[in-house]
């Protein structure tokens, strides 16, 4: 009887500490992706700026993949000199062994190189229906934009980085599917920076 005690105890103590542990897991899991995705925001604005071309943010809704792809303009493609039209050129696809998470296709374009990245956050963490702001240049873009493939996916609104530095006016939501965790990302139009909230709850999470 004693010895059936103390195993119950051993199992219940064993419980507690497994829960104590696993939220500090979660949490930093949750830190990482929204570091992953800062940072594949940064290289779209840089990506577009240095290019000339506007860049595709999407994610999926309740999933964890999300990517990025060129979408040219007219306006754009005769600012640079560049065919909006010419999609005949080699097609290969890479991975980067450093980062598991991002795998992508290049279309080489000779001096030019219009890629689509896709990534995919890490495991327990999901994008949560987010907002982006439709303004004229995104209206002005909607025949290009409904040309993309998105299919298959519950794929976001588009988020837009443009060749002036300026964005989509934008907000992310990345969810912990374990802790009930959240963080806020942000993008700013005028700026285009990507802002970070700390892990937030859902009463936290603003509106």
């Not at 419980?15 to 570091?35: K, N, Y």
């Not at 999407?58 to 964890?64: A, M, S, V």
């Not at 588009?158 to 806020?184: C, H, K, W």
């Amino acid at each position: 009887m004693e010895l059936l005690l103390v195993l119950t105890l051993l199992v219940v103590i064993g419980g507690l500490v497994s829960q104590s542990l696993r939220a500090p897991m979660e949490s930093q899991r949750l830190r990482r992706s929204s570091e992953l995705l800062r940072i594949a925001l940064a290289n779209a604005r840089i990506k577009a700026m240095q290019s000339g071309q506007t860049q595709v943010f999407r994610y999926e809704i309740l999933g964890r993949r999300y990517r990025t792809e060129p979408l040219m303009l007219d306006s754009e493609a005769s600012e640079w000199g560049l065919d909006a039209f010419d999609q005949s050129d080699q097609t290969f696809q890479f991975s980067d062994p450093n980062n598991p998470d991002l795998f992508g296709d290049v279309r080489t374009k000779g001096a030019n190189d219009l890629a689509q990245l896709r990534y995919q956050l890490p495991d327990g963490v999901v994008f949560q229906q987010g907002s982006s702001e439709i303004d004229v240049r995104t209206m002005l873009a909607q025949d290009e934009l409904a040309a993309m493939d998105v299919a298959g996916r519950n794929w976001s609104q588009p988020v837009l980085f443009y060749p002036d530095g300026s964005t989509s006016e934008a907000r992310l939501l990345l969810a912990n599917q374990m802790g009930g965790r959240y963080i806020v990302v942000r993008l700013r139009s005028l700026t285009g920076i990507p802002v970070v909230s700390g892990s937030l709850s859902a009463e936290e999470v603003p509106q």
